[in-house]
């Protein structure tokens, strides 16, 4: 098959090294260097070690925190592999930072998400690729072409090979419905629900009702991303006392900001499982915690991509 590009060459920032070595594992592709410096007045400098021009350039680096480090960090890999005459440049974002800033809910406020996606496409993408956007339409704000990948079907191979006897799938957040209700399905499972309500003028949603069953029934509470772990362990709470047996999170992206890590040690978790679409450092990882690689997915998007062949025939068989 002849070749759209050049060479594929992989970069990556420092948000998810150890992601990014991965995929170049399931490639068998030595990644490129860069150095990066990190000046006093926390300026950034960044040089490419090796020509790139001509060549399929996909950069890897997540939108985790420091965020806006990470964020500032990817528009400068963008602008100089760019301005070293890269054939095609595609940001692979496993964890995009932002996306739930994705519409005006409130008076005077920007819309976030959009703003990151025309600044990606500023810097220099020419293409990008993420994994479960907050919002669907998110990939809407980008002016370039790119794909959005779900983790689902990563966590339901494990699911199914765990085979949780009297299960129940649970969506931590209506707003979560649809996804759970896919997860439902395809593990042949019922499904209940987690309503959240703000009680007078407290900001803050509360887990009050569980809109199904769950008493006597082994709990896979699922959700996109956990943050604080807040909603996360006061679902569980609440999943808990209404007489659930074991309860069993799932998440693509586990942020784990602070107080996260105290919270979730705290609840009465089986497991806690997750993707390495954020970087969980060992004094982050708790002995409940499995984490499932997104690298051979993206290694293989990344391959097709490069050659020109289909993606989606290969997600229609992987999902």
């Not at 499932?292 to 490069?306: F, K, M």
């Amino acid at each position: 098959m002849a070749k759209m590009f050049g060479e594929m060459a992989i970069f990556s920032g420092r948000s998810n090294r150890p992601l990014a070595e991965a995929i170049c594992r399931h490639l068998a592709l030595q990644m490129s260097e860069a150095d990066i410096i990190d000046f006093p007045n926390e300026n950034i400098f960044l040089q490419l070690k090796c020509s790139v021009r001509g060549q399929d350039v996909f950069l890897i680096q997540s939108l985790s925190a420091p965020v806006n480090r990470n964020l500032v960090e990817m528009f400068i890999f963008l602008d100089a592999l760019k301005r070293a005459s890269a054939g095609r440049i595609t940001a692979v974002i496993p964890f995009y930072a932002y996306g739930r800033s994705d519409k005006k809910d409130n008076p005077r406020v920007p819309i976030t998400a959009r703003l990151l996606a025309d600044l990606i496409v500023t810097a220099g993408a020419d293409r990008y690729m993420t994994f479960d956007l907050h919002a669907g339409q998110i990939q809407g704000f980008f002016s370039i072409p790119g794909d959005e990948f779900s983790a689902f079907p990563i966590l339901l191979d494990y699911l199914v090979e765990k085979k949780i006897p009297d299960a129940v799938v649970v969506s931590a957040d209506l707003g979560f419905a649809k996804k759970a209700r896919n997860m439902a399905r395809r593990l042949d499972l019922p499904l209940a629900f987690v309503e959240k309500r703000r009680i007078g003028n407290d900001p803050k949603a509360q887990a009050l009702t569980i809109i199904g069953e769950v008493e006597n029934k082994n709990v896979i509470l699922v959700d996109d991303e956990v943050d604080t772990a807040g909603t996360l362990t006061e679902a569980v709470g609440l999943i808990k006392r209404s007489g659930a047996r074991k309860v069993y999170t799932v998440c693509t992206h586990a942020t784990l900001s602070h107080p996260a890590v105290e919270r979730l040690r705290a609840a009465p978790i089986e497991e806690f499982i997750c993707t390495d679409t954020v970087p969980i450092p060992a004094e982050k990882r708790l002995p409940n915690f499995r984490i499932l690689s997104v690298a051979p997915l993206l290694a293989e998007t990344i391959a097709r991509t490069h050659q020109g062949r289909s993606v989606g025939e290969y997600l229609h068989d992987t999902q």
